[in-house]
């Protein structure tokens, strides 16, 4: 800015609204409906404001399950997550890359998105 060159643009920020009581998630581009699965785990993320979710605390939150069995329920969440990465790309277009960081020890949501529940 001091030599007279533009600021470089920020990269887009990504806000998304979830309500799990009407099962759907919006962005200011359009509104996903009848998908609790997905409002479900982007809520946990959310919740976690950006520290990693492990896949057995995801799991137990979403399926409201007592164990969490890596055999058994890693394909359910890793399906659920691949959708979810799906819903989130047609959300936020103007985003690029993932929404949803894969770490060693769980998943999160990226720097820059903003997804907040409904009350």
Not at 9 to 24: C, G, I, R
Not at 74 to 90: C, F, G, P
Request: aromatic share 6%; proline share 6%; hydrophobic share 50%.
């Amino acid at each position: 800015a001091l030599l007279g060159f533009a600021p470089a643009p920020a990269a887009a920020q990504a806000a998304v609204v979830v309500d799990l009581a009407n099962a759907t998630i919006a962005s200011r581009h359009e509104v996903v409906k009848r998908r609790p699965l997905a409002c479900a785990l982007l809520a946990c993320l959310a919740d976690a404001q950006g520290q990693v979710v492990p896949a057995e605390m995801l799991y137990r939150t979403v399926w409201g399950a007592d164990e969490y069995h890596p055999l058994r329920h890693r394909n359910t969440l890793y399906v659920a997550l691949k959708r979810l990465r799906q819903i989130l790309a047609e959300l936020c277009p103007d985003r690029q890359g993932e929404l949803i960081e894969t770490t060693p020890g769980g998943w999160r949501l990226v720097e820059g998105v903003a997804a907040r529940q409904m009350k």
